[in-house]
């Protein structure tokens, strides 16, 4: 029992910084941010991918030549989970977990399982593939999901306005 509270409240931390993952994607020379404002049709979008309401009236994100960083939070079962998403010729070229909350669920920050999400698109407003889950991940699978079609979503978004 000790080993099993010992590794879940190993799983908690910060894996990468923000900063971190912005010079990783942008080799070392992060754009300045912009922002999106979520009002009208765009935050109506929002919440319909992540089925519930958006908690701020505004996303950062980060844009250089066709590449698009993202970092947003969603909910795994009670805290917020941070990923970090990168996007590239409107395919996802990485999915990170930046920072992670809760106490299950933390194996959705593995390369295996976040592999799933290389190349993937949007169709409608759904990935294009199924993603397997994690047995007692469910819910931070779901999140990954979630934020993994928001980044799609929002940088088609960008791209086209």
């Known amino acids: 029992m000790i080993i099993l509270l010992a590794s879940s409240l190993h799983a ?8 971190d993952f912005l010079d990783e994607v942008f080799d070392n ?12 049709k765009i935050r109506k979008s929002v ?10 009236l505004r996303i950062r994100y980060w844009k250089k030549d066709e590449t698009t960083a993202w970092i947003l939070e969603e909910i795994g079962k ?8 990168e996007i590239k010729d409107n395919e ?8 992670f ?13 976040r592999k799933q999400f290389e190349g993937a698109r949007l169709v409608g407003m759904k ?5 397997d889950g994690i047995s007692g991940a469910t819910l931070s699978v779901w999140a990954m999901t979630s934020i993994a079609e928001l980044s799609l979503f929002l940088d088609g978004y960008v791209k086209n306005k």
């Open 78 to 85: 009670v805290e917020p989970i941070t990923f970090g998403v």
């Open 47 to 56: 919440e319909k991918i992540l089925e519930h309401p958006y908690g701020s």
């Open 12 to 19: 908690r931390g910060v894996y990468q910084t923000d900063k």
């Open 92 to 99: 996802i070229q990485d999915i990170r977990v930046l920072e």
């Open 29 to 40: 020379a992060p754009p300045k941010s912009k922002k999106i404002m979520l009002v009208g």
């Open 127 to 131: 990935l294009d593939r199924e993603v």
């Open 101 to 113: 909350r809760e106490i299950r669920g933390w194996e959705v920050r593995y390369p295996a399982f």
